[in-house]
């Protein structure tokens, strides 16, 4: 039975890399609900998937899209597997996501199994499309991944498992609402910030009416040789949170007592490597093992068992609740549960008679209950009722689906949540800078030193630059009055906190502060007579555009007081004197002789140059609707931009999200005179977009992505629905003139 018919049909992206059953058949069945409905699961995600091929009886209004990746992702691992390409291509994933999400357009996206940082990405589009972000919490991923990178790495491992947590707990908070699966979710929910009135709680399920009760003699049974003999039967992933161990301890029994049995696993991960070799070094014929089974069969598979076996770890608690769980339920089979007590799926099999419930630490008990339950006929047949009973009480799909109902109605916001409050990102810095620096300098400087000679695209290469990246936390060394980029000895810049400059130590100008466009800004400073860069933060680009033509007038305008002092400071020991430096701020029209600053991060956050300060109501920070008294604020001089723009052939802006309104406001300079323009262009500045846009329709500038290896063209008629993201970079340049050959 279908849920009612929405009164206003949205277009709903539902996400779950993984392609579970129950997923798939709550987007049919919004779908037959009158919504457009989107489904996203990944191929290259080793988990067993329901019913992802397109269905005869598919409404019109739905659709399945596969992101596969080509290969298999690697495992979530800190030793044998592969950490760092398991990130690439959480990222690499994410971006896939998100390219359907600008591409379908959705009103709301519900997101649920998926890689932690793949999710933040898929969030990321969201908020920079104004689309609610509603996050299907299935597990606590952080939990075990901490775990296991404290056993493998110890120290470091800590290190590690704090970002991962802290990762987790953003997207947390991020989330315009969060679905739950156990009430037992919600208290470090709570603890973690998410407001309580966001978390609501519903039940995974499984697809009953695709899961119909099988006899023990059926096609796949007879198949592999099952059929007659007795059965403990395990499905889905063996990861980190299994004990596989329990599988070959109940195997060995079956060799003692029925060695006519079997314990059948259909499975793959970690776990099923582990009984891969240990059954290669010792083989007994009591354990089977298979790969995941399609879906289409997986009636028959469950129908091939006497007993369905469950396993969780003790450190996954009550966060994990394995969804085999639910699809044993309907199967009509008794379930043996190695689960730990708290867990959900331990207090349903339980209270509803449905199977026996061991502690996971207890292998010699898990061995006896499934030896009573394969003698004991009428027990077993006793505890299937019960679980198909329960089955059939909770899973039906329309209630279900109308309980998802309000989620999707989520009012589009163009403005995201709070994220952390300043006191709390400043805190966190901190803390983790001093975990870091607990770990001596020389331990790390053979490879910030090695690392400008690494082949760029290289595994190496990208190994280093996602080390050095967390590094940077540690800060500049405190002994350093100075300090010159690792790859660049030619210029200096002053130790400062300041973000900008902890990046350039620790990564140089190779990949320290956007290197796509210090290649560009220096060829175009050196062939320009008249330079103006709003936004001059340390002086980072004003020294090296400074350097690249001693010649040339330059004025560096920087509001934030200390931020500018630091600029000065940088070009007084670069020798370069031809900069003049502006401390105020840039604005449309000369209303009132000061304006005010505001600065995000709290007191201790970079407060000598912070990076994101802007002045009044800029589109980045309507788009974020931080409250604006979170900021700090500081009142700072006005100069009208009109008067700075005279006679300027080359300009640089970087005022987060006023670029637009600067621009609007001298449009007449800029079609009569034509300077070439080097702006940040963030993919929630729409009105940057549109403005750019009809000038490049209109004039002969042309806009082009800032790359470090070229330019790339982008027409008029894409500006408008261009995200730079998509290209790794925040920048484009602007122009009328000829283009470079070979930038220097």
Known sequence: ????????????????????????????????????????????????????????????????????????????????????????????????????????????????????????????????????????????????????????????????????????????????????????????????????????????????????????????????????????????????????????????????????????????????????????????????????????????????????????????????????????????????????????????????????????????????????????????????????????????????????????????????????????????????????NAVPDAVFEPLRRAYPNLEPGTRADRMATLALRVLRYRGIPDHLSRFSPVDNPSVSFANRDSYIAERLYWLGEKSGWEPEVLRWWRHWCSQSSNILELGANIGFFTVQGARANPAASYTAVEPHPKAAAICRENLQINDVDSVTVIQAAAVPALESPTIDLYLPGGKDHYEDAPCSSFAGESELHLADAEPIDTYKRVEVEAVEFRKLMEGVDLLKIDVEGLEHVLLASVEDVIRENRPTMFLEMLDRAVQLRTFLAKLCADTPYSLFVLQQEGLLLVEPSEIPDLRLSRFGTQDVVVTCGPLPGEAG
């Open 1 to 436: 039975m279908s849920f009612d018919r929405s009164p206003a049909p949205k277009r709903v992206l539902v996400h779950d890399s993984s392609g579970h059953a129950f997923t798939i058949e709550l987007s049919r069945e919004l779908a037959r609900g009158g919504h457009q409905v989107l489904y996203v699961y990944c191929s290259s995600f080793l988990s067993p998937r329901g019913a992802v091929e397109r269905q005869a009886d598919d409404p019109e209004s739905f659709a399945v899209r596969d992101i596969g990746l080509g290969r298999p992702f690697e495992r979530f691992s800190f030793g044998k597997y592969s950490f760092g390409r398991r990130l690439r291509q959480e990222f690499t994933y994410g971006g896939k996501v998100a390219d359907e999400i600008h591409n379908f357009r959705p009103d709301v996206v519900m997101s649920a199994n998926g890689p932690l940082f793949s999710q933040l990405r898929i969030q990321s589009a969201c908020r920079s499309d104004g689309v609610p972000f509603v996050l299907w919490l299935q597990d606590f991923y952080s939990v075990p991944m901490k775990a296991e990178a404290r056993r493998r790495l110890g120290r470091l491992g800590e290190i590690a498992g704090a970002v991962l947590e802290q990762a987790e707990r953003l997207l947390a908070r991020r989330s315009a609402s969060l679905v739950t699966i156990s009430e037992d979710f919600s208290p470090k929910l709570v603890d973690w910030g998410v407001e309580s009135g966001d978390i609501q709680v519903i039940h995974n399920w499984a697809p009953i009416e695709d899961l119909p009760v099988r006899p023990r003699n059926n096609p796949w049974s007879e198949e592999h040789g099952l059929a007659g003999v007795p059965v403990f039967l395990y499905t889905g992933t063996l990861g980190l949170k299994h004990n596989p161990a329990l599988l070959w301890a109940l195997a060995r029994r079956l060799q003692e007592q029925h060695p006519d049995g079997r314990v059948v696993v259909a499975s793959e991960g970690t776990g099923m490597d582990w009984l891969q070799e240990r059954l290669h070094s010792e083989p007994i014929e009591q354990l089977v093992l298979l790969p995941f089974q399609p879906f289409d069969r997986y009636a028959d598979v469950l129908g091939a068992a006497d007993v369905l076996v469950a396993l969780l770890e003790p450190g996954a608690g009550a966060y994990a609740v394995p969804s085999k769980v639910l699809s044993y339920l309907c199967a009509g089979r008794p379930v043996l549960a190695a689960i730990p007590e708290a867990n959900l799926a331990s207090r349903i099999v339980a209270e509803n008679r449905a199977g026996v419930v061991v502690s996971p630490d207890d292998e010699q008990q898990f061995v006896e209950e499934g030896m009573r339950l394969l003698g004991d006929e009428e027990l077993r047949r006793d505890l299937a009722a019960s679980g198909r009973r329960y089955a059939e009480a909770n899973f039906p799909i329309g209630v279900i689906a109308g309980k998802f109902e309000p989620l999707i109605s989520l009012p589009r916001k163009p403005a995201g949540k709070r994220i952390l409050t300043p006191q709390v990102r400043t805190s966190l810095r901190i803390g983790f800078a001093n975990a870091l």
